[in-house]
Each structure stands twice: as C-alpha cells, then as structure tokens.
C-alpha cells in the first residue's frame, strides 16, 4: 500500500498526489507505530 501511495505521489498529476498525501496523513495519525517498522520498506 504505502508503495502504491508513493507511485501516486510521483506521477505529478495533482489529483493523484493530493488524494495520496491525504491517504498517508490519515494513515500515519492512525498508524503510526505500524507505518515506522515499514519505513525501510520505502525506496
């Protein structure tokens, strides 16, 4: 998911990019000691 969420970040279409950094704010205030042991997971 969170590599998902990166490919939308960097396809440079706004609507895409803004959709996947809501979607990660709304992750990392629910999830955030889920998200840190998947952080070296992210290239």
């Known amino acids: 998911i969170l590599g998902s969420l990166i490919m939308h970040i960097g396809s440079g279409l ?11 704010v709304l992750l990392s205030s629910k999830y ?5 042991s998947n952080c070296s997971q992210i290239y």
């Open 14 to 24: 706004s609507f895409e990019v803004n959709s996947a950094l809501e979607t990660l």
């Open 32 to 36: 955030s000691q889920e998200l840190i």
